[in-house]
């Protein structure tokens, strides 16, 4: 795209997050707007045009997307349905944001990058962690070399008691492709790439565990639970990572766990000539000087527009100008095939070899 016209969205998926993309972008009104907006429940999707002053309520997602009037599409659905409608979406030319996980799973990340090369369509995936200032402000120091080699990172995120949605399609395989693994490990493992400088992932040792969720326990306050449905995703995985390049990465994740953790998505950075730690809203340095242990805290200022609304820019300044977005379709795909061999490597007890083949 080109010119200063705006860009043209429709919402597929007017839920939780689908309304938080419509907060954010709302904020971008100057080179964007919502033309169209659907949802399987299509009150839900009204009440939102509503609110947001929406022309169009499109009876389904492939009217959506057939609509002359749409550049891009944000898809903000469950995870079984990314891979069919971001499908539909770039093969119909349209630009795509899609929520994470990008697929529901191996399979499904692969096929959606295949499209994706062959349409040269714009494809990102919603990963707002990177967009914070903490991070982006770790990441400028790595690049000035302050932290030295990084050759090794830990991430995580250990809710104690953070099971979302019991019986929803969160907690459901077939559905969500899994537990805390690919609802809030993606977003680690997608931040700590991101610090470590995009390393490509070689194998994979992992072990997952399901002890809360089958007894109804470890219940979360995010999502209504439906106690007549179906749990049968992991809600603990410890995970190692080994990179091309020799450097290492280990990922540990709950939904719920008897731990004394702080509930705080963290990432822990060594490097040759200095360390940085996030954990929740905090930040700091670490390093030696005068043979003593240093540590420099960060602080986000107060009026920070936040990671969302940078994440938005993004989007929409890659489909204006063709560049690829920092969350591409490929470290989509890289984000898959760790989950997935996580699984496979806790169900073999090996390690598992990462398969890139297209
Ligand atoms: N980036 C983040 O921080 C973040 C946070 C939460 C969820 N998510 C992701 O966002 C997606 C949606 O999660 P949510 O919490 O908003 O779920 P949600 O259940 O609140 O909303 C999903 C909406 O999609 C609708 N829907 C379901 N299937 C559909 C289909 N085929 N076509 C059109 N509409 C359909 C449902 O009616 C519902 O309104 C998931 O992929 C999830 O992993 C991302």
Sequence with gaps: MSGAAKIRIGLIGAGNIGNVHLQEFSKLNAVCEFVAITDAYLPLAEQR????????????????????????????VPNDAHAPLSIQALEAGKHV?????????????????????????????????????????????????????????????????????????????EKSGGGPLIDIGVHMLDLAFFLMGEPKPVSVYGSTYSEFGPRKKGIGAWGKPDWNGVYDVEDLATAMIKMEDGTSLTLDVSWAVHMDTDNAPFVHL???????????????????????????PLHAPEDDEGGRVRLSRHF??????????????RTGLRSNLIIDAIYESSRTGSEVKLDWSL
């Excluded at 997602?61 to 599409?73: F, G, K, M, N, T």
Aim: with cysteine; glycine share 10%; charged share 25%.
């Design 97 to 173: 944001l899609l929520e994470k996980p990008m697929g529901l799973n191996t399979a499904a990340a692969k096929e959606i990058v295949r499209v994706q090369q062959r349409t040269g369509k714009t494809l990102m995936v919603a990963h707002q962690m990177r967009w914070d200032w903490l991070p982006l402000q770790v990441k400028s120091q790595i690049e000035r070399g302050e932290l030295g080699k990084i050759y090794a990172a830990k991430t995580g995120w250990n809710r104690r008691k953070g099971i979302p949605g019991w019986g929803t399609w969160f907690t459901q395989y």
């Design 49 to 76: 045009a509503k609110e947001y002053g929406i022309a169009n309520v499109s009876p389904s997602p492939e009217a959506l997307i057939a609509r002359d009037d749409v550049d891009a599409v944000i898809i903000a």
């Design 270 to 296: 060594m490097g040759a000539d200095g360390g940085a730690v996030l954990r929740g809203n905090e930040g700091k340095f670490l390093t030696e000087r005068f043979d003593r242990t240093v540590d420099i």
């Design 316 to 329: 929409l300044d890659c489909v204006r100008t063709g560049a690829t977005p920092w969350t591409s379709a």
